[in-house]
């Protein structure tokens, strides 16, 4: 008898010595999923560590305030170098205002009618998010309001994304308890964009393809 078989069968034999209500030990299936902050200060550690994670996968991280967003976006945009940029239906108008309103600079709907070469000509994108991983420094959308279609989040070259510190949870499993899962969800973080089009009918697939864009991360709060 090797060692590994005289353990198991020590441990079959302790397990046949207790008791039948105790044999059974009940796992929870809630782990980690009530996020750990209990104060400001877990908040700020979390938003910390989200902000770290970003910037290990190369994203481009700014801290504003919420009268700051635009600003901030219009930085981007210019930085950038970009003459367009696409905005998905709900995404707050004055956010792309001063962008707008110098220069030459156009503000795309992000419409049915939009062809997919209209998207591939588009400089940028300006979406916010349903949701943040801070433990895996990764971003979802899930189309709605603000979130741009599936194909216009993956074909531009730069990717500004708008995060409200509220919506940055530590762990995964906290994050999937608020999206709805009949919607078409998107994840990324840093500028190596991941699709799948299976998503897109709802199904759930392995990724397919790798596109390289610059991801601008714009924390409010």
Known sequence: MTSREDFLRRVRDALEALPNDE??????RNYQRNAPVHSA???????????????HYGAQVHRVGADEIPGAIDSALRAHGARSALAPDGLPEHWLRRWELTGEHRVLDDQPQLSILDRERTDAVVTGCAGAVADAGTLI??????????????????HICVVRVEQIDYSLPQVLDKLDPRR??????????????????????????????????????
């Not at 959308?141 to 730069?158: E, I």
């Not at 973080?189 to 393809?209: F, L, N, Q, R, Y």
């Open 41 to 55: 200060a877990d908040q700020a550690e979390i938003v910390e560590l989200f902000i770290d994670r970003l910037k």
């Open 184 to 221: 078409s969800i998107t994840w990324f973080g840093g500028p190596t964009a991941m699709t799948d089009p299976e998503a897109d009918s709802g199904k759930v697939g392995g990724v397919i393809e790798e596109t390289e864009r610059r991801l601008v991360v714009v924390i409010v709060g």
């Open 141 to 158: 959308l899930d189309g709605g309001p603000g979130q741009c279609r599936r194909d216009a989040a993956v074909l531009a070259d730069c």
């Open 23 to 28: 044999r059974m030990v009940p796992v929870p």
